[in-house]
């Protein structure tokens, strides 16, 4: 069983040296054993804030936009490619590719800034829930506190109901740091967009992913707006207005609890049956 300093370890990316000619800098990283047998997409986003803020230190990451080319493998290193796209006085751009050899499994797009005064400032409403104390914890890691609005439980088949899903997370003991903050929610952020897309369907559920229904996340785009603490409860308040053709498409906003929005995500994914011959064996589960 880990706890959250394993993971912060992933975190702590290893230089391997910067291209001669390319002028690309290089990481290394492990990935933290989940017991899925593939590194958890999350893990990827997590560490792809993490290197796109070494780019630019005097920056913060604003957003990032990220597909997801292949899964990652438990067997091996993680080898990080940093490229510095451009940098100006107000914004920058890094291309971060995470690849396993020649088999490239993300690669993202970063945007960096220094934040400007405001001139305009608006924000949605939180939607209003009941407390993260309201609600049972879920068993998802030992050092992730995770409470889903009204305790929906995600993975049960034949519970109907709108293709919307609060979750309220926390890290409880994360450094108080911009970057790790926005590591730690770029990790939340991975897991519920697929569930919430299942949920006004009979028969379909959480449970049966890489059972008898083939899902993964495609693409990701997470946007930072404000500075927060991942220590501290957040709201992830996420809806999927469109599914068909074997894919879903869901987004979601990050409260504090007092109300401030600091961040949204969007996902394209994937929920399909099995191509014929392609489903695991009986009690089997697939890898992605």
Known sequence: MSDLKDFLAVLDLTPAGEGLD???????????????????????????VVAGASSMPAKQVKSLHTVFARGASMSAPLEIDVEVLHEGRALGSASVTIHQGDRICTRS??????????????????????????????PVAPWWDVRIV????????????????????????????LTTSQALLAYASDGFLIATAMRPHAGVGQAQAHVSISTTVLSQTITFHEPFDAGQWLLLAHEAPYAGRGRGYGRADAFTEDGRLVASYVQENMIRGYPEGQAPADGQRSKY
Do not use: N
């Open 22 to 48: 390319d002028g690309v800098v290089r990481f290394t990283a492990e990935s933290l054993d989940e017991g899925h047998g593939v590194v958890f997409g999350g893990q990827l986003l997590a560490q792809t």
């Open 109 to 138: 797009t970063v945007l960096l800034q220094v934040p400007d005064p405001d001139l305009i400032r608006h924000q949605p409403t939180m939607p209003e829930v009941g407390s993260p104390d309201a609600f049972e914890p879920r």
């Open 150 to 177: 009204d305790d929906v439980d995600i993975s049960d088949p034949e519970l109907v109901g709108p293709a919307e899903l609060g979750v309220w997370s926390r890290f409880t003991g994360a450094p108080d740091d």
